[in-house]
């Protein structure tokens, strides 16, 4: 868009050069004076009671400063709704998976803290465990959780329209079951955390974090302050994928051990601690139903999802239904029914994540080119019969605005050259097409919307206060950007002050594709504030009306009239002059309907706008070995509007990484009787560089009416359109589909085999 | 006053336990990773050019990791206005006083940084020096700086009325000279800085300061960068008095040694570095001629005052008006001159002080006593009838509106029994009075004015942000007890933030007796923003308008029908269930007559506001040894309003010990060729709390209309008045007058020698 200066262009990230540099500093890299360091016992047993816990051993080993345990703690248990708290944080009574914390150590170093570990003596009675939803749904199956009869955490049911009537009314039905194990989130940085207390009370503490604020309120509720004596603050965070938005057993060991031995303390978790002991993504079995009419419309659909949830609730009641809100939310359905179950195991926890439900959405997906097949109707024309269109709303009630998903399938698919691919390509290579929709954003109530503050300093720079954190996706870089184009002012006029609670004031965090929509709402709305008074004074001294001025090249003019301008720092000094500051406020809450309990049964406006992703990838696969090269990928995005290209086409590329490359062809936990045995990158396949495709990023362009500039989340619905593609072109490339994902070499040998053994040959 | 909650009640200081307990941290305590430690190279002539500076041999010493010189700075020179910018930071070419920076050296520890510097080799060339204001000038008197010929750095000239005509009209005329030399401001905390470079190349620096954005706006000026890449940082200050308002040599040392050597830095005073090369207060000279009436009534005075400025411009010439602006202030006046120089000579460099003017003040004091005497008028009755009145104007047309000095000298002479203890009290036991006034705040232009932001919690309590820094006066107790009071909140309930160029808006700084003033105007006027915000949403609530509402008690309530009422909580969340976040944002800038050269010529509004304060005490004096033991003392000051009583009294006691116990009998600097040989506690004699006499405090309260709640500066015209009362109480009991202060044993034993060969003993 040429009428803007910075925004729409490929301004250089805020954060390249301490990024590349090695200069950032993480939470791993803080130190403080008289700083101790932290670790952890954690639990050798899946279901255990604890008989006993004996730290007397270990708080007397020289260097230790203290040691606490669960009786440390308030009561307070974790979980995302009130009614799901089920975590304490460090266990007194009962463990109910391998890794779970009982006790931590405070010493001078980390030799010394691993040592006194080991002087901890705690005394189980081990309890029959439970290793996978089937199990834990049979009749005489141990409980878990007492309050949790039949393992069953949440289920959400969702019954719109009259699905047996579609059914009935079809003209093809088929049901396949699909299934995915559990995966990592593997964020770059290992979780670490920094606490201390001052001598008011008051609990500083760092940490990765999808949100500080997020991170704030149930830490003020464990250690019952009120929330200004809780402050997180500011540190460069290594990625999260939905993985820090919790409040971590860590945080609490952290200040607990703080408190206790009034000093710093540090805990870095190893590799394999962040795997097994932060949250990752769920294991998944889907069983989906469709009704087709004889153009491949969907009639109806009946979808019930089993979701390994591990041990605990953690945020797992939200990802019981964003598979199903996605995928309504891409495809256009009137009679739909979701019955999904989160079920209890004696496994590590599992949470939100940047691409939810490859069982479910790649189902979905390999479903729509099944039936397609049956009815000889091509993947792409069958996408664009069933995309969702602007103006529509989801079975659930969503209103959806602005609307790219036809678009991206036609534009992917022209790129991708589909026509002249489709059925065309030699044997044992492929072609497949994924789509997708993501929120901008849940119901979060009071904590959902976010606020900022701008100062002008007198030299005409800036200070932007805000609450948003950045992970690693661009955050900081977008709300520069926004704030200098607002108020006509280059990049390094800009400095930023964000993601401390005390600091800065509410935002809801970085998770649920929020930051640019609300938070940099915000920031434009309190750039628009500071300029508002500025254009005041600038329209006396150039004798116009301010609503004829524009701020641009550091300058107020009158549209129009270049030469009639002042400086944007002889404004602000002439504010100054007489007494006024410049600064401005900008609060921006989404209107979406927040009820308590939408999860389980969500009806209502869900978020404010959705973004439309396609994914188109090719491969090739090696019937021999059955390793796949993937050749080319198309990712097209429906991202509102383009305030940053170069970062948008980023995430689009880590998007298809994480949800294609990784998830669909080599990421997947193993695990035997509750323990994780591939917990590190030794183990652990995740892409490299070297692996990945060609992209070609195609960035659609909708305008959002609600978006700042017309802009919405970029790159998620790419993550898991990635999936998607992926499983769809294998599944071309071999002529035969796949139920499991991911989708590794044995398994395609072992569906190349079946498929010979199927056609006789 | 019963309508408030908090304000005006003793509320216990916020900074009590941490300053208690030794937990706060200054800026020596500050350890940051990978930090260097910085010293400086001082010069050992008092006046000499610079030839050469060869650092060659400093660098190559293993553990040094950087040298620099001025030639690794910009050109940018230091003076409080454009035309007295005569200080470069480190020198190049001349040094004119002995401690002078020349070079700085950052090593891995304290002993290689002295090391090095013995390392670097400076050559010199002597030039004659200069000592003494007589000296200086003498009209064959070297040149200090080529600028300034005869070395008047500053001429302050006012002249209103009649003079002439007033002392023909006289009854009576006396002219007398009074002199005090150089004395220190001996904060608790020695100078100490740490700098960082981040690698974006914005400076972090802590630094004790009397206002983080005073620091940041020279700094920005020396590393030609924009105000927010120059962050100063909230740290605890153990004093400040006038001497933490300026940049300093140290802060720019340690920020080239960091930017050079791309480490922390920290660099900490010695306490003799802190006497001779972090700003102390001015020595001086005034011949003061006052003509009266037959009842005492002031009606002509000529004063013309000499100040040893030191080398360097510094903040000297506003302080060479002050004293003169004091006493106008406090005394009626229609006809009056003052001619104020101030006089570079080659010694340290004077600055701004919590006590101006030991020989002006306390001459005219003194001389009024004379006066008195003459015409057989009493002290108390010689300043009850000059005592300023509200509603006057000063000769320089300063409009003063609430005016308590005939109450505080009513009052003071009340609780002394002035009336039974003059000239009724034992052999070499005596009672004196003295009288001042002083501003809160100086025009300051654009930079006068202070602004806040205030952020409510979910959980109803508060975050203010406010630039005011508290150099240990109690400025943070100061803005909690305000925002709390306005909120009907519990000072628990608030959080603040403060003194942080970057975090922090606007604000002048805390000196100038301004942060009451203007920073508490600010904050409250934040706090009222975001409680009329409470209060509209409040009113629907409660069915009320939002005019009847008060805040008390953590609720808002409808006045007059307490059981009406609503949690603030509740309020706050009211608010964001309907998207809408509760902030406040306050500016206050004081309506003053900013005009660039106000300094040499005042004329207009001063100061919004003024205080008055008087001091009795009752002395004894050995005869034979000279002692002086203070017997008691009444300090009584027009505070406006009492925010907190018991800060205000251990302002007023702090101003007793600094002003007369001290500065009156103990405190000054001996200097030989420019060297200052009582630099340490071991030479350089400060009060101790067991030397201190009884004290009773007199707060009087005027209500000033536009102070908030009606307060003013507290402290600093008892600081002031308690040098005069003191001076006067000795001369009273030795029945003599002495013109040189502080008066001394030796000039005791003197005087009443004198006296005696006078009356013929």
């Known amino acids: 868009m040429t009428q803007y200066s910075l925004v729409g262009k490929d301004m250089k990230r805020v954060d390249a050069i301490a990024k590349a540099t090695g200069q950032a500093l993480f939470t791993a890299d803080l130190a403080l004076p008289r700083m101790l360091y932290g670790k952890a016992l954690r639990s050798p047993y899946p279901h255990a009671r604890i008989l006993g816990i004996d730290t007397s051993r270990a708080v007397k080993l020289p260097g230790v400063k203290a040691v606490v345990t669960g009786h440390d703690s308030s009561d307070e248990k974790w979980g995302v709704f ?11 009574d009962k463990v109910r998976y391998i890794g779970e914390e009982i006790a931590a150590v405070a010493a001078v170093d980390e030799d010394t803290a691993s040592e006194a570990l080991g002087l901890i003596k705690v005394e189980y009675e081990e309890l029959p465990a439970i290793f996978s939803v089937d199990d834990a749904l049979k009749p005489d199956a141990p409980i878990i959780h007492e309050n949790y009869q039949g393992n069953i955490n949440i289920h959400v049911k969702i019954d719109v329209g009259d699905v047996e009537k579609g059914f009935k009314e079809s003209y093809l039905v088929r049901e396949d079951t699909f299934d995915a194990p559990e995966e990592s989130y593997f964020q770059a940085e290992p979780y670490a955390v920094v606490a201390q207390f001052d001598n008011a009370g008051n609990l500083e503490i760092w940490m990765p974090n999808g949100g500080p604020h997020l991170k704030a ?12 004596k809780v402050r997180v603050r500011k540190i460069t965070i290594g990625g999260a994928f939905g993985g820090r938005s919790e409040i971590s057993p860590a945080d609490v060991m952290c200040a607990l ?13 190893t590799r394999e601690e962040n795997t097994i002991a932060t949250r990752q993504a769920h294991g998944m079995k889907a069983t989906i139903r469709t009704g087709v009419d004889r153009e491949g419309r969907v009639q109806a659909r009946d979808v019930t999802c089993y979701m390994d949830g591990g041990a605990y609730s953690s945020t797992g009641p939200i990802a019981t239904s964003v598979p199903f ?7 256009r359905m009137e009679n739909v029914r979701y019955n999904g179950y989160r079920v209890f195991t004696n496994k590590p926890i599992r949470g939100m994540y940047r691409c939810h439900g490859r069982a479910f959405a790649c189902g979905v997906d390999l479903q729509i080119d099944m039936l397609g097949e049956e009815l000889g109707i091509d993947p792409v024309t069958m996408r664009l019969r069933n995309a969702r269109q602007p103006g529509d709303y989801t079975p659930t009630k969503s209103y959806v605005g602005s609307c790219g998903m036809t678009e991206t399938i036609v534009k992917s698919a022209e790129a991708a050259r589909w026509k002249e691919r489709w059925g065309k390509l030699p044997p044992f290579h492929g072609i497949g097409i994924g789509c997708n929709s993501v929120q901008t954003g849940f119901p979060m109530g009071i904590r959902g919307g976010s606020e900022a503050f701008i100062k002008f300093n007198e030299d005409g720079g800036i200070t932007v206060i805000s609450g948003v954190v950045d992970n690693g996706q661009g955050n900081e870089t977008m709300l520069v950007q926004i704030a200098a184009e607002e108020l006509g002012l280059k990049p390094e006029d800009v400095q930023l002050i964000s993601a401390d609670t005390e600091v800065t004031p509410s935002d809801p965090g970085s998770y649920s594709m929020v930051s640019t929509f609300v938070g940099g709402n915000a920031v434009r709305l309190a750039a628009q504030d500071a300029k508002q008074k500025l254009f005041v004074l600038a329209a006396k001294a150039l004798e116009a009306k301010p609503e004829d001025l524009i701020a641009k090249d550091r300058k107020i003019m009158v549209k129009g009239e270049p030469e009639r301008s002042l400086s944007l720092t002889r404004a602000v000094r002439l504010g100054l002059s007489k007494g006024q500051s410049i600064s401005g ?8 309907d927040s009820r308590r309990e939408w999860v389980e049964n969500p009806v209502g406006q869900l978020s404010e706008a959705f973004s439309f992703g396609t994914t188109i990838v090719e491969v090739g696969v090696d019937p021999e070995t059955g390793q796949v090269k993937v050749l080319e990928a198309w990712a097209a995005q429906d991202v509102g509007y383009a305030l940053n290209p170069k970062i948008i086409e980023s995430q689009f590329e880590g998007g ?7 998830g669909m062809l080599t990421e997947y936990h193993i695990l035997d009787r509750g323990r994780v045995l591939n917990p590190t990158q030794l183990e652990y396949k995740l892409p490299l560089a070297c692996d990945m495709p060609k992209i070609n990023n195609i960035i ?27 499983s769809a072109a294998i599944c071309n490339a071999i002529g035969t589909y796949i139920h499991e994902f991911p989708i590794t070499p044995d398994k395609i040998l072992k569906a190349i085999e079946e498929k010979s053994k199927r056609e006789g040959k």
Chains 1, 2 share one sequence.
Do not use: H
Request: overall charge positive; aromatic content about 12%.
């Open 325 to 331: 809100l996605c995928m309504e939310q891409a495809y």
């Open 700 to 726: 659609v362009e909708t305008f959002d009416p609600n978006g700042p500039y017309g802009a919405k989340e970029a790159g998620m619905s790419i993550a898991m359109s990635a999936a998607q593609a992926y």
């Open 217 to 228: 309120k149930p830490l003020a509720n464990v250690f019952k302050m009120p929330l200004n």
């Open 656 to 662: 298809l990484a994480m949800g294609g490359q990784g």
């Open 585 to 592: 406020q900008g609060a921006y809450w989404p209107k979406v």
């Open 82 to 92: 009130r009614y799901t708290q089920d975590q304490r944080f460090l266990s007194i």
């Open 257 to 269: 051990l703080a408190r206790k031995s009034q000093r710093p303390v540090k805990i870095v978790y």
